[in-house]
């Protein structure tokens, strides 16, 4: 039966991750991480169906090999909690064949990012028995390219200007014209025991002495407004119904009349529990004899959504 999942997690080095390694772990391939010297093998990985990269229009055609693109990630990241790529994990449904999933995944990472400006790399993973769990990974940059083929910036630095009171925020690009019409940017100036902002012009009328030579400015900057898009709540939900709506064309496409929904429970109005995605980890140790929590609870919820049907057939026959 079809089943709607789809996970959405961020690679970042503030986690401990590299794109690198995630790279390699969708590939169940060998890449060298350039960054950290740390070289990551997942050769003896099972389970890989099908992999691709997927470029926009302006990329580098290099970057249609994993590990260049996210090498190239990994360089232009300078901090040691970059976000490096967004990742996606998706489950398939076990209607289709190999094939159509392949359909499936291009259609959707075709139209859905690479459309809009983002380097995907991608793979299906059928782990053994295969048609238990068939799903797919999907990493993507979180930079918007240039025409050029460069990355662009993620956020600028945003000067808090001042002009006849009124106080404005500029990027540097922007301060150039701006100051030609008389914004300033503030600096911080002693006032008797106080640190106070104020233009170079009014402190030197006072004769107050700066303190910092860095300009007053917003405290996160201004976000490219591409990438400001993609982080957003709303996409989010965007593209979580994008992975319904191409899902349900592939099955109407193949003859089938299973459908997935991307909406929770309580939008569809359903009084049933949903269950919880175990992941796995939970499986392993299920296998293994282990009981685990996430797939115990699993367990309870579904013995509880089958009394529930239970009961609301008892209610309508005593009705």
Not at 61 to 72: D, F, I, P, T
Not at 206 to 215: C, F, I, M, Q
Request: glycine share 6%; charged share 30%.
């Amino acid at each position: 039966m079809a089943i709607y999942h789809l996970e959405a997690k961020i690679v970042s080095r503030g986690t401990g991750r590299s794109a690198v390694a995630a790279a390699a772990y969708l590939s169940c391939s060998k890449i060298l991480n350039e960054y950290d010297g740390i070289q990551h093998d997942y050769t003896r990985k099972r389970g890989l169906v099908w992999q691709e990269v997927f470029l926009p229009e302006f990329a580098p055609s290099e970057w249609k090999e994993r590990g260049v693109l996210w090498n190239a990630v990994e360089e232009h990241e300078k901090t040691k909690d970059s976000r490096l790529a967004r990742e996606f994990v998706v489950a398939l449904p076990i209607e289709l064949s190999e094939a159509q999933w392949e359909k499936l995944l291009s259609d959707f990472i075709s139209d859905t990012f690479v459309a809009d400006g983002m380097c995907a790399d991608m793979a299906i993973h059928d782990p053994y028995p295969p048609g238990h769990n068939p799903h797919a990974h999907i990493m993507l940059t979180v930079r918007p390219l240039d025409e050029k083929g460069n990355w662009q910036y993620k956020t600028q630095k945003e000067y808090l200007c001042v002009k006849n009171g009124e106080e404005q925020g500029f990027t540097a690009d922007e301060f150039k014209a701006a100051q030609a019409e008389g914004w300033e940017k503030q600096y911080q100036y002693r006032v008797g025991k106080k640190k106070v902002y104020m233009t170079s012009s009014a402190a030197e009328e006072k004769g107050y002495e700066r303190v910092s030579k860095y300009p007053k400015s917003t405290k996160y900057g201004r976000q490219n407004p591409i990438a400001e898009r993609w982080n957003s709540e709303e996409q989010l939900v965007e593209w979580r119904k994008a992975w319904a709506d191409v899902t349900n064309r592939h099955l109407e496409r193949a003859g089938h009349e299973e459908r997935i929904d991307h909406r929770s429970h309580a939008e569809r109005g359903l009084d049933e529990q949903p269950t919880i995605h175990e992941g796995v980890v939970a499986r392993a140790l299920e296998k293994k004899g282990i009981v685990s929590d996430r797939c115990e609870l699993n367990r309870q919820i579904k013995a509880d959504n089958a009394l529930l049907r239970e009961l609301k057939t008892t209610v309508k026959k005593l009705m």
